[in-house]
């Protein structure tokens, strides 16, 4: 094997494996508080901090190498904000970096030839990206549906009398998470003194639904020109609605185009791995020979041009 590529792999998996360790050993600033606590009320006593200082400082040395990191991913921020993600910023890369790790020490053990090592990696790579997008998508999903019901208890507390204000905070009470965690966030920089209108974009920009965006909309309108709020909730809410039906005809009238474009796009690669497997020698040559190279480029911008061209088709915008 090339030694430069041994010495990449090498670095690459002691940084992931000292992240680990330091993730592990690293101590989060609850933990600290509690320390602190139990230390006034003497149930501990205090740490004179030789060596767990040492560990300390060394930990918070790599963290705040890492967030110094994270400071120019402003939409890796954002994405993990959205996706409400209990792993972090840091600890979100340092997985990263470990799965391709693993994906190039296995491409190694299974004695795969040395184009697909990156590949690999990379591939592994990808499934944290991918499990954050799941999580994001299905955070959405959970937001738009809550949101017509969510807006019918805003307006009937509006009819009850109470400000906007009180309607978000009963929605933060009375729905589940996502839509509750949400408005609890508005709720509470509006109590802090950010402008009601201003922590509704914020929370726009943390859920960029369109629905939501009529919502925010509707409030700075009637803050500046007036009108029956509650009733404008309430055509909001069932316009959402009538959405939603028109959705659920459109997905169901989509959904085996939906199917064959999974099957497309999953077929040439699951047939390269079984014509790998039942005949190396025969695949190999794509590797091997200039011409094969080039046949799988062209393959690989021919699926991703065709992934888009389906999407195109099937993603109908209500």
Request: net charge neutral; hydrophobic share 55%; proline share 4%.
């Amino acid at each position: 094997m090339d030694p430069i590529l041994l010495s990449v792999v090498a670095f690459v998996a002691v940084a992931g494996l000292v992240a680990a360790v330091a993730f592990l050993v690293g101590d989060n600033g609850a933990n600290k508080t509690e320390d602190r606590l139990e230390v006034i009320t003497g149930k501990k006593a205090k740490d004179d901090g030789d060596t767990q200082s040492l560990i300390r400082e060394g930990v918070d040395g790599l963290t705040g190498w890492f967030g110094s990191i994270m400071q120019r991913l402003p939409k890796l921020q954002l994405l993990i904000e959205q996706a409400d993600s209990p792993i972090k910023a840091d600890m979100f890369l340092g997985i990263t970096a470990g799965m391709f790790v693993v994906g190039v020490v296995g491409s190694m053990v299974a004695a795969a030839p040395a184009p697909v090592y990156p590949v690999a990696g990379l591939g592994l790579a990808c499934f944290p990206l991918m499990w954050l997008l799941w999580r994001r998508k299905g955070r959405f999903n959970a937001f738009a549906k809550q949101l017509p019901d969510a807006l019918e208890l805003v307006a009937r507390a509006l009819r009850s009398g109470h400000s906007l204000a009180s309607g978000l905070h009963v929605v933060v009470e009375e729905m589940p998470a996502p839509i509750s965690t949400e408005f609890a966030i508005t709720y509470e920089e509006q109590n802090l003194g950010v402008p009601i209108e201003e922590a509704l974009k914020n929370m726009l920009d943390r859920m960029p639904n369109m629905d939501l965006k009529l919502f925010v909309t509707a409030v700075a309108i009637q803050r500046q020109a007036g009108g029956d709020m509650s009733e404008i909730l309430d055509k909001i809410g069932y316009l959402i609605r009538e959405r939603f039906k028109i959705l659920g005809q459109v997905m169901a009238l989509t959904g085996e185009g939906r199917i064959s474009g999974i099957v497309l796009m999953a077929l040439p690669i699951a047939l390269f791995f079984a014509v790998y497997f039942l005949n190396r020698d025969y695949v190999m040559l794509l590797f091997t020979e200039p011409l094969g190279r080039k046949m799988i480029a062209v393959a690989a911008v021919l699926q991703v041009l065709g992934a888009v061209a389906i999407k195109k088709i099937v993603n109908i915008k209500v």
